[in-house]
């Protein structure tokens, strides 16, 4: 299978970096960072969920009819959307798009976050759950016959979808997490597992959990779930100008952050001054990483993580244009083939990935790349250096 680029999807020209209060769905914006994306050969974007935000799926149907081959990620919290809609939704979609339709599910990792939707599980219960509307999906886009469904999450009589995928019975379903229950239903039930940018060490420990757990399941070595790791790129012709600018950003994502402490306070904070401790195990675990040193392996910058509290996926990967494509190339050899990659100055960051690092990953996968299941990449013409361990 060949390694594909994931992007993530923005509406307005509002960043991180300049943040831009209140702003809405800019049509304009989003057709040309769309575009951007389909004409640079990114293969995904990811429309992403927050309860707050647009809705994902009119944001995926209109990037659908501006592009022609990037596939569109829609992001699904099982609370938000009864299963036997879902999977009428993500067909219509797949059907209007060609067969571009992808789903990747949040379990939920922010009890405050899943409250303000009604939805008071405990996490373990969340994951019974995802698992539940899974199999639901599944068993719908699989066959048009009418099934019924009684479990402890959901119930239902002769549901019968005949609204069906490109295929006829699938659409890739994606699970994401750093927690034994994300890799017991992502190992037994994902196409796709994502994860978040750590070490090479921890990323291999996590993907052998992932595996371990679609054997357990029964699934063959050919059916286990496609790995796919994010970064923040911070790039630049040399190592010198890359690291300036990853220090700017530093200071404008650090700016940022004191003024939201300053405008809203540390409500739930454990002491003054402190950002209350993240619920999820994949923020858990950048923070901790974060602990041993500024720089993980070839390239991988962790003050970002600090500066953000680990807020979704904050590793950043920074050096030159070679640097970062060699750093890529580490995770491709353990068997990463989705790669997730967006910067700080969304459309612009967009354009250079697009310019000096797709072309130059694909053009190396060939000769360079060897993958293996059960050791640690080899990397070919450089070491590995951890620093601050």
């Known amino acids: ?55 994902p799926w009119t944001v995926g149907a209109t990037i659908a009819s501006v592009t022609k081959n990037l596939k569109i990620i829609i992001a699904l919290r099982p609370n938000t959307l009864y299963p036997t809609v879902a999977a009428k939704a993500l067909a219509t979609l797949d059907q209007l798009s060609r067969g ?29 759950r995802l698992e539940d509307y899974i199999r639901i999906l599944k068993r719908a886009w699989a066959s048009p016959e009418p099934f019924d469904w009684d479990s402890e999450y959901y119930q239902f009589k002769q549901f019968r979808n005949l609204v069906r995928p490109v295929n ?25 597992f994502g994860l978040w940018g750590e070490p090479l060490k921890e990323t291999k420990e996590q993907i052998d959990k992932i595996y371990a757990a679609a054997e357990k399941a029964g699934r063959a070595p050919g059916d286990r779930p496609r790995i796919w790791v994010t970064f923040r790129p911070i790039v630049a012709e040399t190592e010198e100008l890359a690291w300036a600018k990853a220090h700017r950003t530093l200071d404008a994502l650090e700016s940022n952050s004191a003024q939201k402490k300053r405008f809203f306070g540390n409500v739930a904070a454990g002491k003054a001054g402190e950002a209350p401790a993240p619920q999820n195990v994949g923020s858990q675990r950048l923070l901790e990483i974060a602990k041993r040193g500024e720089v993980q392996d070839r390239a991988l910058w962790y003050p970002t993580v600090t500066a953000t509290n680990a807020r979704g996926a904050s590793t950043a990967l920074v050096g030159s244009y070679q640097t970062v494509v060699d750093s890529i ?25 697009g310019r000096y690092i797709l072309p130059e990953v694909r053009a190396k996968l060939p000769k360079d790349v060897e993958t293996t299941e059960t050791s640690a990449p080899r990397i070919n013409g450089s070491s590995t250096v951890v620093v601050g361990q």
């Open 329 to 353: 190339l580490d995770y491709v050899k353990l068997g990463c083939e989705l790669i997730s990659i967006r910067g700080y100055d969304n459309l612009n960051d967009v354009i250079d990935y």
């Open 168 to 192: 006829g019975t699938s659409i890739p379903v994606s699970v994401g997490g750093s927690s034994e229950d994300a890799y017991r239903v992502g190992g037994a039930l994902g196409d796709i």
């Open 100 to 128: 571009r339709a992808v789903v990747h599910f949040i379990a939920g990792g922010n009890d405050v976050e899943q409250a303000r939707e009604g939805d008071f599980l405990t996490k373990e219960q969340r994951y019974g």
């Open 1 to 55: 299978m060949p390694v594909e680029f994931i992007s993530a999807t923005f509406l307005n020209a509002s960043t991180e970096l300049k943040p831009i209060a209140g702003a809405g769905a800019d049509r304009d914006y989003l057709e040309r960072y769309a575009r951007a994306l389909d004409d640079y050969d990114f293969n995904y974007t990811l429309v992403p969920y927050d309860s707050s935000y647009f809705d």
